[in-house]
């Protein structure tokens, strides 16, 4: 079964770090890139971050540039998402994706459950 | 940055009636828009991609069209496992913006 299993979440004062991951499995995971999605409560989807299948080439949001670092070991089927500095306005459900593609072209086929970032003081 | 702009935001509908869903982007995003369910507590769901492909396990009541700015969705029957919040995305540049959404309900 093709599955994301996010995890990290949690509650952290503002200024902040967190680190989530999300693992994966049912798939060849060195051959797509990944991305992570947000959704503040009560709100829409943002797109956060992609990195490619190598890991060599990453991609941000503005809101989150220079203080998220996404990254990937493709030993352990695993992704990344360093957040430093972490502000009110970051609190979210945090998603991670499967590209359909090798690149991020295509969309995101593949979803994880999701896990709650809450910063707050 | 390519701006999305979903209309209606909020759209009342009937089992069986036919539901359009229009995604306006702010400059030409050749093909690569994607569209997504999403329902309440539950990660987005992929309907289609590049425009008009179905994903695989899709009903064939959901399709997708258009070209450079302009793109729709439509379902053609609408079932009552279809009241949802739907979102289109364009993949052609980052950041891979997402539309605002649309809050699909029952009349």
């Known amino acids: 079964e093709v599955q994301l299993v996010e995890s990290g979440g949690g509650l952290v004062q503002p200024g902040g770090s967190l680190r989530l991951s999300c693992e994966a499995s049912?798939?060849?995971?060195?051959?797509?890139?990944m991305n992570w999605v947000r959704q503040a409560p009560g709100k829409g989807l943002q797109w956060v971050s992609t990195?490619?299948?190598?890991?060599?080439?990453?991609f941000y949001a503005d809101s989150v540039k220079g203080r998220f670092t996404m990254s990937r070991d493709n030993s352990q089927n695993t992704v990344y998402l360093q957040m430093k500095n972490l502000r009110v306005d970051d609190t979210a459900v945090y998603y991670c994706?499967?590209?359909?593609?090798?690149?991020?072209?295509?969309?995101?086929?593949?979803w994880g459950q999701g896990t709650m970032v809450t910063v707050s003081s | 940055d390519i701006q999305l702009t979903q209309s209606p935001s909020f759209l009342s509908a009937s089992v069986g009636d036919r539901v359009t869903i229009t995604c306006r982007a702010s400059?030409?995003?050749?093909?690569?828009l994607a569209w997504y369910q999403q329902k309440p507590g539950k990660a987005p769901n992929l309907l289609i991609y590049?425009?008009?492909t179905l994903q695989s396990g899709v009903p064939s009541r959901f399709s997708g069209s258009g070209s450079g700015t302009e793109f729709t969705l439509t379902i053609s029957s609408l079932q009552p496992d279809d009241f949802a919040t739907y979102y289109c995305q364009q993949l052609s540049t980052y950041p891979h913006t997402f539309g605002q959404g649309t809050t699909l309900d029952s009349k």
């Open positions: 400059q030409g995003i050749s093909s690569y």
């Open positions: 049912g798939f060849t995971f060195n051959n797509y890139a």
């Open positions: 590049v425009t008009s």
């Open positions: 990195i490619s299948d190598n890991g060599g080439v990453t």
């Open positions: 994706a499967k590209a359909l593609w090798r690149t991020a072209q295509g969309a995101f086929d593949i």
